[in-house]
């Protein structure tokens, strides 16, 4: 009997879980042996991780878990954490076991950059998987709750003025005032301030959009600093300012929310051309040496200048669908699609949960319809892969059930 292919896929995120959706849809069953692994058993949205940080959308309707959507027969789910690959030998070797491949997909997502900066690792909460959001949302419950007398306490550094910062600390923002009432604690004691590389926040919008959003957060009390981090400490951080002198920010919350990089797997693996941990592929998202290995999401880089795109959802999405379609047609025998063309629809920043500053359709938005569009790209994501039920299970609307 003939043997069939294995196509392993690593990582169940937006790039990831959207490969494994497409071959559960349109791949005969028997063709192939399809195995999905991650690390966790579910699915998270990370472009839902400050909310779950905030406590403003709950860690349970974050969770998709995976051998709910997954139907065993067609895509085998195996939770392990990849610890490194070997394209020669065509290994996958995790905590748990190894496995062999034929076809693979790296799907392995980012981690934060920590740029070497002394004491991140050590003093900053971050916006990485769900367990670090519940971290955070944690530490802010506790330091409002337990308030005793430190002002540090409710003082909250946000590092980084990109998506994740500013997402993070407008979040925050628009929840402070319930915060401070429910605990009975005055509303000016609480603090967020958000130090930013240059003048712009929100380097991916043109200067007259940006200005918008930062019009907007500053009217949530949130406080601006321009300046380069250069070490986090338990009581704060240090930066350098305009003027390149060294300034203590004092605060006993930091967010390390800077910048990301691809997954330490990536780097851990040997044979793979990679610029920050993220891997150099081809037109059709495979790795140059090895045509039987795909990157997608925030594991790869383009190698042409014409792909070359800032890593979001939507690119992973995107990504996945396309190499799930050429997956289909290798395991067929019929060739390759035409090269991967990412099909920008659009970015929208979320201002708490009724606001935002976006463009969609090279159009510029702002407000309700903006929160409004970053719900429906949300909604339109879970209904990809979980159909209606799992929307209204966890979808977000205007009027929010967790809080
Ligand atoms: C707070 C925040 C807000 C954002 N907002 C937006 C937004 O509004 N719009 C947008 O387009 N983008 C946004 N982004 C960026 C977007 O989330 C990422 O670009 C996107 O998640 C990349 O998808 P991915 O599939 O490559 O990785 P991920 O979605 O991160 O998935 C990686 C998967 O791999 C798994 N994994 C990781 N390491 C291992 C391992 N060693 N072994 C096994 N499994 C592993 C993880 O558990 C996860 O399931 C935001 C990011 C953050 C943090």
Request: aromatic fraction near 10%; include cysteine; proline fraction near 2%.
């Amino acid at each position: 009997m003939e043997k069939k292919p294995n196509v392993l896929i690593l990582g169940g995120g937006y790039g990831g879980f959207k490969v494994a959706i497409y071959l559960q849809k349109h791949l005969q069953a028997g063709r192939a042996n399809v195995t999905l692994i991650s690390k966790h058993d579910y699915h998270y949205q990370t472009t839902l991780l400050h909310k779950v940080a905030v406590g403003t959308y709950s860690a349970r309707k974050a969770r998709i878990f995976f051998r709910k959507i997954l139907d065993s027969k067609k895509i085998d789910f195996i939770k392990d954490t990849i610890l490194s690959i070997d394209p020669e030998s065509k290994m996958v070797f995790g905590e748990r076991s190894c496995y062999s491949y034929d076809y693979l997909v790296i799907a392995l997502g980012f981690v934060p950059n920590t740029f070497g900066i002394k004491g991140v690792d050590e003093f900053c909460y971050k916006l990485e998987t769900l367990n670090s959001a519940i971290r955070l949302r944690n530490n802010i419950e506790t330091k409002f709750k337990d308030f005793h007398s430190d002002p540090l306490d409710l003082r909250f550094i946000v590092c980084g003025s990109g998506f994740t910062g500013i997402e993070f600390a407008a979040e925050l923002g628009t929840q402070i005032d319930e915060l401070c009432k429910i605990c009975g604690i005055e509303k000016n004691l609480a603090k967020i301030i958000c130090v930013s590389r240059g003048e712009q926040i929100l380097p991916m919008f043109n200067v007259k959009d940006s200005n918008i959003a930062k019009d907007k957060i500053s009217k949530l009390g949130i406080e601006f600093v321009q300046g380069d981090v250069v070490e986090c400490k338990s009581d704060g951080v240090v930066i350098k300012n305009k003027l390149g002198e060294l300034e203590d920010i004092k605060s006993n919350n930091v967010i390390w929310c800077a910048g990301v990089k691809g997954s330490g797997v990536i780097s851990n693996s040997p044979h793979f051309e990679h610029k920050d941990s993220r891997i150099l592929v081809d037109e059709f998202l495979r790795v140059p040496k090895y045509h039987n290995i795909f990157v997608v999401g925030d594991s790869a880089i383009s190698m042409k200048r014409n792909i070359l795109n800032a890593p979001t959802a939507q690119l992973a999405n995107q990504m996945g669908c396309y190499v799930g379609s050429n997956l289909v047609r290798i395991l067929n025998d019929k060739p390759l699609s035409k090269p991967f063309v990412f099909k920008h629809k659009g970015t929208v920043c979320s201002i708490g949960h009724t606001d935002g500053v976006g463009v969609v359709f090279h159009m510029s938005i702002s407000g309700e319809i903006a929160a409004f569009l970053k719900n429906f790209i949300e909604n339109k994501w879970i209904f990809s892969i979980g159909g209606i039920i799992n929307v209204l299970k966890k979808g977000q609307f205007r009027f929010r059930s967790s809080n």
